[in-house]
């Protein structure tokens, strides 16, 4: 090695031995001098304004400005990024500074930055070239929804951002469990008018155009549900259920088999149908309830049957027998029951069947409320009854279900 080299070295581990800092000791032998002044003097803006014409000569001025943006956005350091910013936006076609924006934009937003943020999309927008322009906004909002940052998240959905960056910031927030933030961006995907203003490439027709918005929205919400139910992300699932179901019927039966439908809903857990109120549950079971695969039926009615919260409130009895049942799924079930019960009770209530019902068919119901499924018939009857005796079991339910008024078609076609 020359010595004038040896020198620089050993010029260098002096310096920083000096300034009493490992970590410019190790900058100092690995990084060239300029890069070196830019580190020293990151929080001094007016330094930084003396570097600057070296920096804009220099062959790596686009890592020496992606640096001074990156830090200032990081900190907040408001001063030093106004100085640096409209160079950076002067040049935001040129190769690797739309990467330099980026960086900023991720560390900004996940360190709640929100004068540079905001300050960082004004000058976005007025990028001329709209491809990077659109880009750029779409990055800002894929950030946000991965920080969950709600309120900026609001702001650039009012700008013009692409479709696609919309959903691939919903599929982000529902990976992250943020609640709020994928309520947001699935509002904005359902809202028909401001899809058809996201520039979804359709067709000139209207039927063309909506079934353009349909296939976006059932897509973006797909692939979100698919991605919350692979993370274990059980507030967002219960976010996106009821959405995707909806999304559902409006597609025939082939187009739901090509979404995978039935398999994503068995995969749904119970968790992920626990934050839903009791009153949800009900409505989309009433709503999908014959179509829905039956792992999603039991999970919703394993949910209904109640929690330590939700202990139940009313006691039903026949022949000596009785049992404790949620009233709320009485009154789903039966309209006997939602007539007689009326108004929620104040208490505990006892309603008395006897005679009208008999004990063990008052068990079978029970069953059926809370399992959607019906025990044979032969499993109600005395181990010496014969076949008229089995008939005879199955005469007194149906009769039990018309006078609970509890559907006795399908209870029929239930009982075996």
Same mark, same amino acid.
């Given at each position: 090695m020359p010595l004038p080299a040896i020198g620089q070295i050993f010029g260098r581990i002096y310096r920083a031995i000096e300034?009493? =800092?490992?970590?410019?000791?190790?900058?100092? &032998?690995f990084i060239t001098d300029l890069e070196m002044l830019i580190i020293r003097n990151m929080s001094h803006t007016s330094k930084i304004k003396k570097l600057l014409p070296r920096i804009l000569q220099s062959d790596n001025a686009t890592h020496f400005l992606?640096?001074?943006?990156?830090?200032?956005?990081? $900190?907040?350091?408001?001063?030093?990024?106004?100085?640096?910013?409209?160079? $950076?936006?002067?040049?935001?076609? %040129?190769?690797?500074?739309?990467?330099?924006?980026?960086?900023?934009?991720?560390?900004?937003?996940?360190?709640?930055?929100?004068?540079?943020?905001?300050? &960082?999309?004004?000058?976005?927008?007025?990028?001329?070239?709209? !491809?990077?322009?659109a880009q750029l906004l779409g990055w800002a909002l894929i950030c946000s929804a991965q920080e969950n940052n709600v309120g900026f998240a609001e702001r650039l959905l009012r700008e013009d951002v692409g479709h696609r960056y919309v959903h691939i910031a919903l599929q982000c927030s529902a990976s992250r469990n943020h609640s709020q933030a994928t309520?947001?961006?699935?509002?904005?995907?359902?809202?028909?008018?401001?899809?058809?203003?996201?520039?979804?490439?359709?067709?000139?027709?209207?039927?063309?155009?909506?079934?353009?918005?349909?296939?976006?929205?059932?897509?973006?919400?797909?692939?979100?549900?698919?991605?919350?139910?692979? =993370?274990?992300?059980? !507030?967002?699932?219960?976010?996106?259920?009821t959405a995707f179901l909806a999304c559902m019927q409006k597609i025939d039966a082939a187009s739901q088999h090509s979404f995978h439908r039935n398999t994503i809903l068995a995969?749904?857990?119970? !968790?992920?149908?626990?934050?839903?109120?009791?009153? $949800?549950?009900?409505?989309? %079971?009433?709503?999908?309830?014959?179509?829905?695969?039956?792992?999603? $039926?039991?999970?919703?009615?394993?949910?209904?049957?109640?929690?330590?919260?939700?202990?139940?409130?009313?006691? &039903?009895?026949a022949d000596g027998t009785s049992t404790r049942v949620h009233r709320d799924v009485l009154v789903h079930w039966s309209p006997y029951f939602a007539d007689r019960l009326g108004k929620p009770p104040a208490a505990s209530t006892l309603i008395d069947l006897s005679g009208d019902v008999p004990g063990k068919a008052l068990g079978i119901f029970v069953q059926y409320m809370y399992s959607g499924a019906l025990p044979p018939v032969s499993a109600l009857c005395w181990a010496a009854e014969d076949e008229a005796g089995v008939e005879k079991r199955r005469r007194e339910i149906l009769d039990a279900a018309r006078f609970l008024k509890i559907e006795p078609l399908r209870v029929l076609r239930g009982l075996r």
């Open positions: 300034s009493i =800092s490992i970590v410019r000791l190790i900058c100092c &032998l992606g640096r001074i943006l990156g830090d200032s956005a990081l $900190v907040g350091h408001w001063e030093t990024y106004q100085l640096v910013a409209p160079t $950076v936006f002067e040049r935001v076609a %040129l190769p690797g500074y739309k990467e330099v924006v980026t960086e900023a934009l991720s560390l900004c937003i996940s360190k709640a930055s929100s004068a540079i943020a905001q300050d &960082l999309v004004s000058k976005i927008l007025l990028i001329p070239q709209a !491809e990077l322009r309520t947001l961006f699935l509002d904005d995907i359902l809202n028909e008018e401001i899809a058809e203003n996201r520039a979804l490439d359709a067709p000139p027709t209207p039927q063309g155009r909506r079934t353009s918005i349909v296939s976006y929205q059932c897509y973006s919400i797909t692939s979100a549900l698919t991605s919350a139910i692979n =993370s274990d992300c059980y !507030e967002t699932i219960a976010v996106l259920l995969r749904v857990p119970l !968790e992920g149908v626990e934050p839903l109120s009791r009153s $949800v549950c009900f409505h989309l %079971l009433r709503q999908h309830g014959d179509d829905l695969p039956p792992q999603l $039926v039991t999970t919703f009615l394993n949910r209904l049957s109640g929690s330590i919260d939700e202990q139940p409130d009313t006691t &039903l009895q």
